[in-house]
């Protein structure tokens, strides 16, 4: 849908990004009864980070207690489970089992039982070999523990009620509007090709780009791109459920994830570069292989095909500890109603209706 410049003055809030994150904060302040539009450089919704992702709906067991990434997870993951019912979104609560290899990763794993219990997860059941051989045969390893609230979801289906929500309250998208300017003139003003707006309250959900757009106004952020590979699994998949191995730096590890055909891919894997390049790379091969041999030995590289990359826009360069989400208001950019959405990568799917909501309290 798109807009022109007479009628575009009349929005009380612009949403920059049309992504699962500016889709899910513009369909909530729409629901409030703000006029809101969004603005979208792509023609499409959702077509970089938001859709070349794991879709997973994540617990909230690795985050560190008291973040937001904790907290707007295990919100967003109820909230999420809701929404997906209720608007006939496809999913599936499939659950996951993160699993030991070796000696060595079972204190890590009891780490994550106990972060589970301080983020309000629940329990997190340990299941000995004999157990995780029950559940999936395929899988070597030692032990592991079980998360029965982890989800898969189809995340074009799920932006595309957000969007359905947006404009059936009366927002809209403007698709190929990319901001050429932002800056603080009496208010603020956002300038695209065809459109000059002066609403009360910009949003920065721009994903990869946010950083940069929140220059404009002052605020200085950078981020780090982050690619990952994924591959598919040709064939019937062996799994029954997702297998994630310890985390590593950057990411969760290389793991398996079920679409909702129940199609198997293995990734994402970790190359930090700059700029968007979603080339993908089969030099990777070999690493993933040996990844994934190392959780599920029988298998067969040739029906390992290459599938999609994904860029997580990081706020943390390499060899730092990962940094927390930024949902910030106008009492911390200090620019009168501006508000910031940063480093929104996993579990950004997952917490982005309970982002939603700090956006209303902020700006409502």
Not at 35 to 43: H, R, T, W, Y
Request: proline fraction near 5%; include cysteine; glycine fraction near 10%.
């Amino acid at each position: 849908m798109t807009t022109d410049r007479s009628s575009a003055e009349d929005f009380d809030i612009v949403v920059v990004g049309g992504g699962v994150i500016g889709l899910a904060v513009g369909q909530a302040l729409a629901r409030e009864g703000r006029e809101v539009l969004i603005l979208e450089k792509q023609d499409a919704i959702g077509t970089e980070t938001s859709s070349r992702n794991s879709e997973v709906i994540h617990a909230g067991i690795y985050y560190p207690a008291g973040s937001l990434k904790a907290e707007l997870c295990v919100r967003g993951k109820h909230l999420l489970y809701e929404h997906c019912k209720s608007h006939h979104v496809p999913h599936e609560h499939i659950g996951k089992l993160i699993v030991a290899t070796s000696q060595d990763h079972f204190p890590v794993l009891k780490a994550y039982q106990q972060q589970a219990l301080v983020n309000g997860v629940g329990e997190l059941p340990w299941l000995t070999q004999q157990e995780i051989e029950a559940k999936e045969p395929t899988v070597s390893c030692i032990g592991g523990i079980w998360s029965p609230t982890t989800g898969i979801i189809d995340s074009h289906a799920f932006m595309l009620s957000l969007e359905g929500e947006l404009e059936a309250h009366g927002g809209m998208v403007a698709f190929l509007s990319e901001v050429r300017d932002l800056r603080v003139e009496s208010g603020l003003r956002v300038t695209t090709s065809e459109l000059s707006l002066a609403p009360r309250v910009v949003i920065n959900a721009a994903g990869l780009d946010a950083p940069a757009l929140g220059r404009r106004v002052g605020r200085d952020f950078r981020t780090y791109y982050a690619k990952g590979h994924y591959y598919t699994l040709s064939g019937k998949s062996p799994f029954n459920h997702l297998v994630y191995p310890i985390a590593d730096e950057g990411g969760l590890g290389v793991h398996v994830t079920l679409d909702m055909a129940h199609q198997a891919r293995f990734g994402p894997d970790v190359v930090w570069q700059c700029g968007h390049d979603y080339t993908f790379d089969e030099s990777r091969r070999a690493q993933f292989v040996a990844a994934i041999h190392a959780y599920y030995p029988d298998l067969d590289e040739s029906k390992l095909q290459p599938g999609y990359t994904g860029i997580r826009p990081k706020l943390a360069p390499q060899g730092e500890p990962a940094s927390d989400f930024v949902v910030n208001g106008p009492d911390e950019t200090g620019v009168e109603g501006y508000v910031e959405l940063l480093g929104i990568e996993s579990p950004g799917l997952t917490a982005s209706l309970a982002i939603a909501e700090r956006v209303v309290e902020m700006v409502c």
